[in-house]
């Protein structure tokens, strides 16, 4: 288990976040302390790269850790030792992913409580709906 205890995090991980083993998808974030409602939960940082470039790397690995920022720019996260890259996509989340700046960031929709798995809705992705989706909530839409 990678761990993020309040002495070792950096200053814009918020909140302690543990990875391990994910009933959604391989390896997942999860609360390693509760977090209230709306509050910034941390981020992830990774390698600036073109979207001309992350297209490339998405048709080239199995598994995408790649967000698109604007036109140009995205950001790689295939390298990050930050515990949020592992955050899994739900249809129904427990956070959204924020851009500001930048940056991308996790805030809280609601309070959640620790070892509980923190989820985005992954929203538009460049599987284009090819790709099964496993989150297992009711209403699912199936695919992302």
Sequence with gaps: MIG???????????FAVDVKPSAIDGQGAFAAEAVPARLKIGEIRG????????????????????????????IDFSRSADP?????????????????Q???EF???RAIAAGEEITVDYGQTH???RLACRCGVAGCRGAL
Aim: hydrophobic content about 35%; overall charge positive; proline content about 3%.
């Design 102 to 104: 930048g940056r991308v």
């Design 4 to 14: 993020a205890g309040a002495a070792s995090r950096p200053a814009y991980q918020k």
């Design 127 to 129: 599987h284009e709906g």
């Design 47 to 74: 390698q600036s790269i073109s979207v001309q470039q992350a297209r490339i790397r998405a048709t080239r690995t199995e598994r995408i850790m790649i967000v698109e920022l604007s036109d140009k720019k995205a």
């Design 84 to 100: 949020m890259r592992y955050t899994n996509h739900s249809c129904r989340p427990n956070a959204r992913l924020c851009i500001r």
């Design 107 to 109: 805030y809280a929709l």
